[in-house]
């Protein structure tokens, strides 16, 4: 089947924990540190989803045991929002919990290489009202949900005041 498709913009992801479980275990200052934390993992059919980041100009890649692992990125987040463990998420949807302190950035230097967000639908001379609605919606609030960089505000990094 023919598809149309539209970019809505990029998807960042951040690895994050609770202030309480960086009080706790410390605040990882390099990548191989991750290993000795516990981490919250996402995976689906016995498949854990490995972490990859961009770190001196190369994508790299984290395999992450997880602590806990979960098939539902708002269980991850909640996890780390309990202290449960280092959380790798995208940045909009722990924008809120970030900007209300209960979860702080950790290494922010290590930002993942995005993943690209498209609207697509079946293409066709005729698009239903209700499809034309929705992806009009979606083209006017899902760039900022997905922006580039820390979401809402200023950078919320272990070691500073949220």
Do not use: N
């Amino acid at each position: 089947a023919d598809l149309k498709a539209r970019r809505l913009g990029m998807q960042t992801m951040v690895l994050c924990a609770s202030p309480s479980y960086l009080r706790r275990r410390g605040t990882p200052s390099a990548p191989q540190d991750i290993a000795a934390h516990d981490t919250l993992a996402y995976g689906k059919r016995g498949r854990v989803v490995p972490w990859r980041f961009t770190h001196d100009g190369r994508v790299q890649e984290i395999r992450t045991g997880g602590r806990l692992r979960f098939d539902d990125l708002e269980a991850i987040a909640a996890a780390a929002v309990a202290g449960s463990g280092l959380a790798w998420l995208p940045s909009w949807l722990v924008a809120a919990q970030m900007d209300a302190g209960l979860l702080t950035e950790v290494l922010p230097a290590l930002r993942g290489p995005g993943f690209e967000v498209y609207a697509v639908w079946p293409a066709g001379r005729h698009v239903p009202m209700r499809v034309r609605v929705v992806i009009d919606a979606l083209v006017a609030s899902m760039p900022a949900l997905v922006q580039t960089g820390v979401p809402a505000g200023a950078p919320h990094t272990a070691g500073e005041s949220a």
